[in-house]
Every structure is written in C-alpha cells, then in structure tokens.
C-alpha cells in the first residue's frame, strides 16, 4: 500500500517482499542506490526482533541513507531508534516523504527518488 502512495507522488519503488533478511535489503538498497529503505511490519512481529534488525541495518547503511519503518508492530516501540523514521501509520507517508525532500533538497518530480521497502 505504501507503493501505492509514493509512486503517483514520483518515488521509484523496489519492493524486495516480505521477510526479506536484512542482508538482502542492505545489498539491494546499495546496488540500486536507493535513498531510502522503508520496511513494515506486521503486529504479530517481534518487537525487539524488529527493533534490533533495524538499528544493525542503520549501522550498516550510509548515513545519509533514510531508513523508515511502519506498520502495526512499529506502534509499540517504546524507545527511540536513531536514524530510523517510525511512521506510525500510513497516512504519515506522504509527511514522511514531503519532510525527507524538504531536507534533502530531492525534487518532487516523477522519478526524483528511490524507495526500497
């Protein structure tokens, strides 16, 4: 659904599929040279698991690579994850998005970004 949302609004999007493993998104996310990695989560997913996975993936990715994560399981999340966005339900996406470009100074024009989920 969140593709649905980000390509009219010009991203690019790789869907890479469910339980993709954190090795396989951090080398798709640098092969395509994406900037940035948005991931969901399930609510029947670990929080921990989750939480753990996603502060590796931070470590492993450029910085100034944007890392999101939403869905169900991201709402209980109890304490911050430095570099990564929670997002906490999918009508913040689109915020999500026009906040990243006005950071980054991306342009909103079709095919401007890249997305990875």
Do not use: N, Y
Request: with cysteine; net charge positive.
């Amino acid at each position: 659904m969140v593709e649905a949302l980000l390509v009219p609004e010009g991203a690019q999007c790789i869907s890479l599929g469910p339980q993709t493993p954190i090795e396989d998104i951090r080398r798709a996310a640098l092969a395509h040279e994406v900037q940035v990695v948005a991931l969901s989560f399930s609510g029947a997913f670990p929080v921990r698991q989750a939480g753990d996975g996603l502060a590796s993936l931070r470590r492993q990715l450029p910085p100034a690579l944007a890392i999101w994560a939403g869905g169900e399981m991201t709402r209980r999340i109890r304490k911050a994850l430095p570099g990564v966005l929670l997002v906490s339900d999918i009508g913040g996406t689109l915020g999500a998005l026009k906040a990243w470009r006005a950071q980054t100074g991306a342009p909103s024009a079709p095919g401007a970004s890249a997305a990875s989920r």
